[in-house]
Every structure is written in structure tokens, then in C-alpha cells.
């Protein structure tokens, strides 16, 4: 099949290039100029384990290209894979995609299906849908338009493992000629035993919010657990363990943390917030959830006060920046939060991350911020030594190294990877998140 995707993001570049890698002709197009160009030299604009030599592979056979303005000759899919950013009240700021249904529809030459891989509101797919037959119109042409929502289910630092090898494909179609289009798109997927599943284009449109929210509150819901351990004594891996075993509750997303970030939680549930107040009805428990995202934050700056008191003047060693690993995305980072206050508390930040360290200098221009190249750099004379985001190469460090270097004796594990019995063995002083 012939394909666009327009939207030369994470979502887009994981779905085109897994799309070529399916033997599909796909042509990626961004307006980005700096972007495409970036591309087209063999560069990459985002850090994501698998993605370049994929992307390398299927430029060289031809399968994949990267421009800057549509083509449409002759093609068969065209993908809208676009930001959807928060806007004013949460709600989702949907400027980017009508932009590109108004080009869709000013560029088509024939038929067309027109797939929604963006996050939207529910609704949204069919008013691209009126937007581009509006536009077809106006040209005096008359090309029939179908319009699909297949949301996107990837998970940052597997992305290329979720477009080849997905849990399930969620498809909302509204009729049978754009369902057998999208059987053929996905057979080789559904061959290999992937669930695909058809449903309306609401229905498809509320399952990726649903989905987010609900892994977004087990979250939410093991870290309010972790919060009642820090007071009662109990330990909450323990307690995940315990609950995690019961198969209706299952043990992924019972991890206690400083909270969730990146792209799609926070924002989605934001928009999700709002969609269910234009039908007057409030969505208590997500809510709720976002609320207890909020007050995880502040976790690590409690701590940091209970145990040194006043941070004025006191060195803060920080291992991870990206708000997960395997990524560089620092959007809604809680490290972004935990720096910003820490640096207005007067406290001196030595701060390392693998991969996204230079981005994060990018926001800050403080001398009291300061990039290291490692995380015994980090715990040099630091006062404490705090653990942010879960890299590989932090799991298994030298705490007498780490103790020798410190000034300090505290060691806040904020992704509760550490055994709290080995780094107090070496005299280390361990918090972790409901694990004391």
C-alpha cells in the first residue's frame, strides 16, 4: 500500500517507518524543514533504542521517505499523526489537526482513507472528516472520503517493539469497505496473532483516553498506598506484591514512584477532564488521580527538608532527568518540578542523565545547576544524593564509592531500585518512596 503520515513525531516516525518495515510505500511528511533535513541525512530528532536502524534500513531500500510538503499521487492511507498539546481548561488544543484535514482535503486526487492516529476528543475524526469532503467541495472534485480512528498505544523506550509486535490494534471504522482496507494494512500483524479490534470511531477515540487514565490511577493508587508506609511502618512492595498477585488486579503499574510524566498521561487525562464536563458530568476519580500525581512531586522535596532541614547552600546530587528510561522526553518531567524548586530553595544541583542531559541545561540558566558526566560525578560532595529516573546504569552502583564521595549520607531512592539493607550497610542513610 501507498501511505502518508504527516507528522514527523514520535508517534509518526514509529508508525511510518513501521509501516515500511511491513512492506508498505510510506512517505513521511513534516513541515519541519530542520527535521526532514535531519532525517534525510541520517540523523535522528528524538532518542528512541531500535528506531534509527530501522528508519536506515528502510531508506535505503526505498520503502520510506522523508519531505516537507504532501504528495498524494496515487496513494491509498493517509495517517494524521500531529501533536494534540494541552490548551486553555485542559482542553486539547486541535489546531495542528484541522490543519492538516483542510491540507488533506486541498491536496487529495482520489479516494482516500483518512486515519486518525492522533489523540483526540471523541468526535473529532468525523469533523476531519466534514472538513476535507468540505475542501473536495470546493474544488469542484468528488472523491469519496472515509475516515478511520486508530489510536496509538506505543510506550516510549519500546516503541519499535509496540508498532511491529502491539498488544492489540484498535480500529474504529464506519463501514465495511474501510474495515477490509484496514484488515490489509494490519493483516500481517493480525497473521502473527495480534488482536485486532473494530469498533465505532467513538468508541475507538475514547479507548485511548480510557486506557492512559486507567494505568494513570494504578499509578496514582500504589503511590497513595507508598504515602500511608511512610507513616505506618508497612513496606509498599510488600504490599504491591501482595495485591499484585490477585489476577483481577494483576502486578503491572503497582510500582511507587514520584509520579508519572512524559507526553500522554497528564495531558490526556487533562483532556479527558474536559471533554466529560461538556456533558456536565465530573470525572471525580481521574481527578482525583491527577491531584495525587501533583502531591507526588513534592515527595522528594519533603524528604530532602525533613532529613537536611534548610536546603539553602546545600549540594543535591541527582541521577535521571527523562521522565521514564530509554527516553530523552523531558515533558512534564518530574525532575523539571524538582529542580525549579529546589533551585529557588538557594540549594546547589549536580545533576546526570545518559541521554538527556544537554536538553535539560537548555531550560535553566543558573550557575547553581550543573551537568556532570556521571553518577559518581553527581555524588561528589553532595549533601544527598537523589535518584529520579530508573536508567539500567544506575541498578547496580558501588555504594562505598558513592558514600566516599558524598559530604552528605542520604540517599533518596525515588524509583525504589535500591535494596534499603545494601546502601545502609555502607552507612548510607536510605528513603525510598513508602520504603524505609
Known sequence: MKIIVIGCGYVGLATGTGFAEMGNEVVCVDKNIEKINMLNNGGMPLYEPGLQELVDRNMSNGRLKFVDKMTVDNVDIVICAVGTPTGKNGQTDLTDIFEVAHLVGKNINGDVVFVMKSTVPVGTTLQCKRIIQDEVFVRGKDFNVQVVSNPEFLRQGVAVKDTLTPDRIVVGVEDDKSKKIMKTLYGSLERIGKPLVFMSIESAELTKYAANAFLSMKISFINEMADLCDSNGANIREVAEGIGLDRRIGSRFLHAGIGYGGSCLGKDNKSLISQAKKFNKNLDILSAVELRNKKQK??????????????????????????????????????????????????????????????????YNSADLIKVSGMYDSAKEADALVVLTEWDEFRNPDFDKIKSLMKGTLLIDGRNIYDPALVKEVGLKYSGIGIN
Open 298 to 363: 513534592e515527595i522528594i522535596l519533603n524528604k530532602l527538608e525533613r532529613h537536611l532541614g534548610n536546603l539553602n547552600g546545600k549540594v543535591i546530587g541527582i541521577l535521571g532527568l527523562s521522565f521514564k528510561p530509554k527516553t530523552d522526553d523531558l515533558r512534564n518531567a518530574p525532575s523539571r518540578n524538582i529542580v525549579e524548586k529546589l533551585l529557588n530553595m538557594g540549594a546547589t544541583i549536580k545533576v546526570y542523565d545518559p541521554i538527556s542531559g544537554d536538553n535539560f541545561m537548555q531550560f
